[in-house]
């Protein structure tokens, strides 16, 4: 059960929600199933947003300090004040991407790429057939990869390693890479890029490093 903005629906299997910054946005599991989900997110601040109806706080507070703050018996948020909120409801437009139908799906019958670029990091979910070669001498962004299904080898640099599903590759910008899918089959993966937006904040401000306080 997902809202973005006023948007609220149920999300399925193979589907891409994207939260643009200051966005109201919420998840939660419905009663059916479970809900497992891949959470990505830039540096530009933690894993702790603001209620849609209070200001952002002057620092971005770690998850370590609001579980003391709660532990404690106090709000960990701000003062609730609608006229200092940042949040955005109206005028997203469609934050849902459908990218598969299932993950259970059959493979692609070609090297398929599907990318949704945001403000700060572009997401693209990515099937490959066996010995197909995606390369680049050196990367623009930094780029993180995350197996779905299959294998890919892959050099970064210097360095070579065969990865499966539940495997991370981290390419550096400005790193050369290649991932070749194995003989076994086609492969299934997720893939996050930074965007310049994003690289020339992090410059200017530098990442939120405290994640876990």
Not at 150 to 175: N, S
Not at 192 to 207: C, D, F, M, N, W
Request: aromatic share 8%.
């Amino acid at each position: 059960d997902s809202v973005v903005g006023k948007d609220r629906r149920i999300v399925q299997p193979g589907m891409l929600v994207h939260f643009p910054p200051y966005a109201r946005h919420g998840f939660k599991a419905n009663e059916d199933n479970d809900l497992v989900y891949l959470y990505i997110k830039d540096r530009t601040w933690t894993m702790i947003g603001a209620a849609a109806d209070e200001a952002l706080p002057d620092e971005a507070p770690s998850a370590v300090e609001v579980a003391r703050a709660i532990a404690a018996g106090k709000y960990p948020g701000q003062k609730k004040d609608k006229t200092r909120s940042k949040a955005i409801i109206d005028g997203l437009g469609t934050c849902y991407y459908t990218f598969i139908d299932s993950l259970r799906a059959p493979p692609a019958s070609a090297h398929c790429e599907h990318r949704v670029e945001g403000t700060n990091i572009a997401f693209s979910f990515v099937e490959s057939p066996a010995g197909h070669v995606t390369a680049e001498k050196k990367a623009a962004h930094e780029i993180f990869i995350y197996v779905l299904d299959g294998e890919l080898d892959a050099r970064v640099g210097a360095k070579k390693k065969r990865v499966k599903k539940g495997d991370v590759i981290h390419v550096p910008r400005g790193k050369g890479y290649t991932f070749t899918v194995t003989k076994r089959g086609p492969v299934r993966y997720a893939g996050v890029q930074s965007t310049p937006r994003l690289e020339a904040h992090i410059r200017k401000y530098g990442a939120a490093d405290n994640w876990r306080g």
